[in-house]
């Protein structure tokens, strides 16, 4: 199997040479840039299969960069992790809605860095491995008819209102009706949607799809010791 390649932005030297290192040596294949153009460019050339990106860049900051990869169709698949010294809840959230699919905050422990890096890498291939329905297609079950590419939610031909975590977590129980997920499975698939969510947040955001879909909230299903699923039948 080939290693995964990471491309490390970040313009401090030390921190890149750290963060290289324990990349290397946890079996990944590494390539450096340190100011926002080099990443655009070296991307351009080869696409990694994660970018692991400083926020805080001279130039175009990590923010400009992110929202570059987002809006290129080529790039906009490819995972994002934030590096940043701001562990402002605020600076997180700007970060997440802008694509990055997560963050670390410094100082950081190279072993989390590392398992951060894995928990994403390991999203992005069940993202890619071929469900029961194709992504963007339209999921009718029930009386519920999800639009993803539209982020509608009907019921009964009515319009249902979400936020884009709700809406985040809809679409991920109902790509595969039945199936019972975790809580933390949901917080991998809708990371990244609004803010920080938690395993007690899940059970929030549950709560609330359930009011606003009405009758039809009653078939999200909580299977005890596990989780929830979207009931099939």
Avoid at 24 to 44: K, M, P, T, Y
Avoid at 72 to 93: F, H, Y
Wanted: charge should be negative; proline fraction near 5%.
């Amino acid at each position: 199997m080939s290693k995964k390649s990471i491309l490390v932005v970040e313009d401090e030297e030390d921190i890149q040479q750290l963060v290289s290192y324990n990349l290397v040596r946890a079996g990944f294949d590494v390539d450096c840039a340190d100011s926002g153009e080099d990443a655009l460019q070296r991307i351009r050339e080869k696409q990694p299969d994660l970018v692991l990106l400083d926020l805080m860049l001279p130039g175009m900051d990590g923010a400009e960069v992110c929202r570059a990869l987002r809006l290129d169709e080529q790039s906009r698949e490819v995972p994002i992790i934030m590096l940043t010294a701001k562990g402002e809840e605020e600076d997180v959230m700007a970060g997440l809605d802008l694509g990055a699919d997560d963050y670390v905050t410094k100082p950081f422990s190279p072993g989390v860095l590392i398992s951060r890096i894995k928990a994403v890498l390991r999203r992005k291939v069940k993202e890619q491995v071929p469900a029961a329905r194709e992504p963007g297609q339209i999921i009718q079950i029930h009386d519920l008819v999800i639009d993803p590419r539209r982020h509608e939610v009907k019921v009964g031909g009515q319009p249902v209102v979400l936020t884009l975590t709700e809406f985040g977590i809809l679409e991920f129980l109902s790509k595969r009706p039945g199936w019972a997920f975790s809580r933390q499975q949901i917080i991998d698939a809708v990371r990244g949607y609004e803010y920080i969510i938690t395993p007690r947040a899940v059970d929030v955001q549950i709560f609330s799809l359930r009011k606003k879909l009405g009758e039809t909230g009653k078939k999200i299903e909580t299977v005890r010791g596990i989780g929830y699923r979207l009931m099939d039948v």
